[in-house]
């Protein structure tokens, strides 16, 4: 673009030549008619500066005054030789010179010369849009290689353009577009779809196989937690809310006093109670009392021994007389007395509730004993 000629350059260009061809030849070729061309400047009497216009008037004016000292027969040929080929084949059309004229150029000639110039480089695209027009249906005729064989790109943008040119609609027209064959293409391998969802399948049923004992662990645990959970429920329920009370009632009839011989040990209530029931001396005075099976040591229930008169604990041997004083073995004191009352009906009442300890003194309590 930077080399394309300016018009106005091609214009002062072509009036200077003009200038100096008037100049060599004093004695110009006889003017039938001179066309009387006003002055652009005096058209102007103000003096002001010629517009476009003006000046585009001004050189009609001048070329057409300069027209007439050219022979007609020789200026409109050569001004078709150097149009018409510019139109045609652009940048190669050859521009006659003076000297194969044999005269100066005129104006007009110039002007197509220099117009030629300019547009050669404008008038290529058009010469080969019109070349190309011209061969199309050359190039439509052509037979192409199939696509892959194709190395010229001209090839191609001929394929190009005859797909592009055949009309859409009809069966004819697509029967008529160049077969490319599929196998010519080097396409990948397309995939097999039914294949694909088979391996898909494969992988999902693996995968549900493969997940099985892990889901089954995590029942399993699930199903522990939740019986476990429930169990210590039912405990925890039980524990607040027992249906009956463990505690045995603290008192029990043992008949009337009269039943017990002197110095008898009774021991009817020694498994189920936990005491006896002993007639006997005590500080010179005959009485009954409640003695508790329990050993003072380690809690023991010692065993009455008929023929030695005394309690003997069966775990570390402590001994106990009839009375309840300890007298050997690691027991550190005698045994305690539950307490002892007459219950209306005459009954002896024994109250495992109330104990009575010899060591505190309190064998000397009158509800420790019922005298006989
Ligand atoms: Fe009776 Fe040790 S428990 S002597």
């Known amino acids: 673009m930077a080399d394309r000629p300016n018009v106005k350059d091609i214009l002062a260009k072509a009036r200077a030549a003009q200038a100096s ?19 652009p400047v005096a058209a102007v009497p103000s003096g002001r500066p010629l517009t476009l216009k003006e000046k585009l008037a001004a050189a009609k004016a001048t070329a057409a005054s300069a027209a007439p000292s050219a022979p007609a027969s020789a200026a409109v040929p050569a001004a078709a030789a150097v149009v018409a080929p510019a139109a045609s084949a652009g940048p190669a059309v050859k521009v006659p010179t003076p000297a194969e004229l044999g005269r100066p150029l005129t104006l007009k000639e110039k002007l197509a010369a220099a117009k030629a110039t300019a547009g050669g480089a404008s008038a290529a695209p058009a010469a080969a849009a019109a070349a190309v027009s011209t061969a199309k249906p050359a190039a439509a005729a052509r037979v192409l290689p199939p696509l892959a064989e194709m190395s010229d790109p001209k090839d191609l943008v001929e394929a190009l353009r005859q797909t592009a040119s055949k009309p859409v609609a009809g069966k004819a027209a697509v029967a008529a577009r160049p077969a490319v064959k599929k196998e010519n293409l080097n396409l990948p391998p397309r995939p097999n779809k039914n294949a694909a969802i088979a391996a898909l399948q494969g992988t999902r049923r693996r995968f549900m196989i493969g997940t099985i004992p892990a889901v089954a662990w995590v029942i399993l645990a699930w199903t522990t937690f939740s019986v476990a959970l429930v169990a210590f429920s039912a405990m925890l329920g039980r524990f607040f809310f027992p249906n009956v009370l463990a505690e045995p009632p603290s008192t029990i009839k043992v008949g009337p006093s009269s039943q017990f011989e002197a110095g008898e040990v009774n021991e009817r209530w020694k498994a189920e109670w936990g005491f006896w029931v002993v007639r006997s001396v005590y500080n010179g005075q005959d009485m009954l009392y409640a003695l508790s099976t329990v050993c003072t040591h380690l809690g023991c229930p010692p065993n009455w021994l008929v023929s ?64 006989v």
């Open 308 to 371: 030695e008169q005394k309690f003997k604990c069966p775990c570390h041997g402590s001994g106990f007389y009839v009375s309840g004083v300890n007298f050997e073995g690691p027991a550190p004191r005698p045994l305690e007395r539950f307490k002892l009352s007459v219950g209306e009906d005459g009954q002896i009442v024994v109250d495992k509730a109330q104990k009575y300890q010899e060591e505190l003194g309190q064998w000397n309590d009158p509800d420790s004993f019922i005298p």
């Open 21 to 39: 061809s008037e100049g060599e030849q004093p004695a110009p070729a006889p003017v039938a008619e001179p066309v009387p061309v006003a002055s």
